[in-house]
């Protein structure tokens, strides 16, 4: 029997390249998602439903998190802006699920 995988609802896009832009620059916010990443997702419209959830996490260095960001999506996330990257902002948050 497989486990089941997680759902996870995606956020707008426009969330979700605020929140790779936060996680790339602020560390009094990295600071607040890994002390509770569920309720700091929820903030951003992001939904994980899956029974093994971390209540807590360790996210990678803001420098390992923009080198994946960008290497996905040729955009660096701490200068996300604009129409095209607001596009890219979901793989920006696909990469930063990779962390969890």
């Known amino acids: 029997m497989q486990p089941n ?17 936060k996680l790339a620059t602020d560390d ?14 929820a903030e951003f419209q ?3 439903a899956h029974a093994n959830f971390p209540e807590q996490v360790r996210l990678p260095s803001k420098e390992k998190l923009v080198e994946a960001v960008t290497s996905l999506t ?7 802006g604009g129409q095209q990257a607001v596009a890219d ?7 930063f699920l990779a962390f969890l």
């Open 46 to 48: 992001i939904q994980i």
């Open 5 to 21: 995988p997680p759902q996870i609802t995606l956020p707008p896009p426009a969330k979700a390249q605020d929140l790779a832009k």
């Open 28 to 41: 009094a916010f990295r600071a607040r998602f890994e002390q509770n990443p569920r309720a700091v997702l």
């Open 89 to 95: 902002a979901h793989w920006a948050f696909l990469a």
């Open 74 to 80: 040729g955009r660096d996330p701490r200068a996300l």
